[in-house]
């Protein structure tokens, strides 16, 4: 029971990190290879608060919340004025990522690449679950806000959208802040559940995950992602008793989703949608 | 109707591409509340004076003024806020958002709020969202769009994507709105009740029309004046009247009587 309740605290921190990548990537069409950078930032700046200085465990998140998004300004500013394409700007993070990893492992503070032992392990389901519905209902308000709207406009046709009275590099810039920030309290909810973080959790594999889970569950969704995050953690520990076959049910599962529904699972829909579809009087097809 | 004020007025213009001169100190200006067109053989410029207007170009030179204030060399953003507002030659809509959303999206973006309350959902947030949407609504209504509210832009008609990219375009309350190719596409019958439909906007929303357009019966019968480019630079101006007879622009479109004998 411990073992399946762990699994499902874990999903829940994953989706969190993935909603906030869902809006970059998803909603503002940016694509990134480094916001497990962002979940690290996070995760350290909440650990050493309550580690090193017993700062109230609430308080902690925060900070680690807000510790990314303001890392995620000194790469999102010069590489998202300049206007980067979109694969120029994933492999921009990709290094900024890294980077900041070998930071990670030569500081004083973090303990080096030995990591963070001992921390106190605050995180719970109730809380893991509070944090993921309030992101939730966050990213929903988010995206009927003017925000959304110009984030949504930029990824269906930029110049339209700048003609529309976007500004294009604030909006972008915010989107990235949000996706961080999301990352960031993803980050510290999982240094308080594992009580142990070392630079290696937070490599490009991780990044990679990320991204995977938002373009396998779906561009331009939110419930999308949610549901191939949780998969893409529950089903490597549900085939644990075949081993050395789980990986590759992992590999062949992103193919098959990529072949099959190239859009992903939930491409530019939610799964409530369904359900309106069937009952709605309009009957019309909404985005 | 002629003392009207000046509302644009490009002066000397001039953008170079690497070793290309685009536009050439071209000059013209558009008068409060008249439908001036834009002709031009392919490749004369129209395209770019629009983009230059915009503010999707920089200009090389030259000053771009509307309402006396110099708006060249600004973000396209900007320039949207000064209340000059465009289509586009090959549409470009928010193609996986519905027709409302393509409307809303500019009508939200003229709107202050507060990115905590929005965040919150707050009620005095949703008042506001209300209160845009019925705006919204009714733009599509006046070009005949609401029947399709909630489908997807691109699933429209080509007709209707040209219509709903005018009402996209109104959503920012424009005083100048640039049409680039309107009627691109369309039959002449479609072409005649897109003239008409300029007319209507025109009336309904007060602003002022600038149009590049190739459908000569389009431009003669409802632009007054027309501005004619030719390789980047102004060739004449006036009446349609004036335009058809003047033997440059004869020239410039159908080449030279001895060359083609």
Request: one cysteine or more; charged letters at 15%; aromatic letters at 8%.
């Amino acid at each position: 029971m411990d073992y399946i309740l762990s699994i499902v605290i874990l999903a829940g921190i994953n989706m969190i990190a993935v909603l906030g990548l869902s809006i970059f990537t998803g909603f503002t069409g940016l694509f990134s290879l480094g916001h497990a950078a962002f979940v690290a930032v996070g995760a350290y700046t909440s650990a050493i608060l309550t580690y090193y200085y017993y700062v109230d465990y609430y308080l902690a998140l925060a900070a680690g919340a807000a510790a990314a998004g303001i890392v995620s300004l000194i790469i999102g500013v010069p590489t998202l004025r300049a206007k980067l394409r979109s694969d120029y700007f994933a492999i921009a993070v990709l290094g900024f990522g890294e980077a900041l990893r070998v930071l990670l492992e030569n500081l004083e503070i973090t303990n080096g690449a030995r990591g963070l032992p001992g921390i106190d392990n605050f995180t719970t389901l109730p809380i893991v679950f509070l944090c993921l519905a309030g992101g939730i209902f966050v990213a929903r308000n988010f995206l009927r806000s003017r925000w959304g709207a110009a984030c949504i406009a930029i990824r269906e046709d930029p110049i339209a959208a700048e003609t529309a009275g976007v500004r294009l590099f604030r909006t972008r810039l915010l989107s990235l802040v949000v996706s961080a920030v999301y990352c960031g309290l993803s980050g510290g909810l999982l240094a308080h559940f594992l009580s142990f973080i070392q630079p290696q959790m937070f490599t490009l594999v991780q990044s990679t995950q990320l991204l995977a889970a938002v373009i396998a569950g779906g561009m331009g969704s939110i419930s999308g992602p949610l549901i191939a995050s949780f998969v893409f953690i529950a089903l490597p520990e549900a085939l644990r008793v075949a081993q050395m076959w789980r990986l590759v049910a992992y590999g062949l599962l992103l193919v098959l989703i990529m072949v099959y529904r190239p859009q992903g699972l939930m491409g530019y829909s939610e799964v409530a949608s369904f359900f309106r579809r069937k009952s709605g009087p309009e009957g019309g097809r909404r985005s | 109707m002629s003392e009207s004020k000046v509302l644009l007025s490009v002066a000397g213009l001039t953008k170079d591409f690497g070793g290309i001169r685009a536009v050439d100190s071209f000059s013209f200006e558009v008068r409060e509340g008249s439908i001036t067109g834009i002709i031009g053989p392919n490749g004369a410029g129209k395209t770019t004076v629009f983009n230059l207007v915009t503010g999707l170009y920089k200009p090389t030179s030259g000053t771009i003024r509307f309402l006396g204030e110099e708006i060249g060399g600004n973000r396209p953003d900007v320039i949207v806020r000064h209340g000059i507002a465009r289509t586009f030659q090959n549409i470009r809509l928010f193609n996986r958002r519905t027709c409302l959303e393509n409307v809303l999206t500019p009508l939200l973006q003229r709107e202050r709020c507060s990115f905590l309350g929005a965040m919150l959902g707050l009620p005095s947030v949703r008042r506001m969202e209300r209160a845009l949407h019925d705006k919204a609504h009714s733009l599509l209504s006046a070009l005949g769009l609401d029947a399709y509210a909630s489908f997807e832009a691109s699933t429209l008609p080509y007709g209707l994507q040209r219509k709903l990219e005018i009402a996209r375009a109104l959503a920012t309350e424009p005083s100048l709105l640039l049409l680039d190719e309107p009627a691109a596409g369309m039959n002449p019958e479609e072409t005649h009740s897109l003239a008409n439909l300029i007319a209507e906007v025109r009336e309904k929303f007060n602003v002022t029309i600038l149009l590049i357009e190739h459908h000569m019966d389009l431009v003669m019968n409802i632009c007054s004046p027309i501005v004619v480019m030719n390789f980047g630079a102004l060739l004449a101006t006036g009446t349609p009247e004036a335009v058809r007879a003047n033997p440059e622009v004869v020239k410039a479109y159908l080449g030279e009587r001895k060359e083609k004998r």
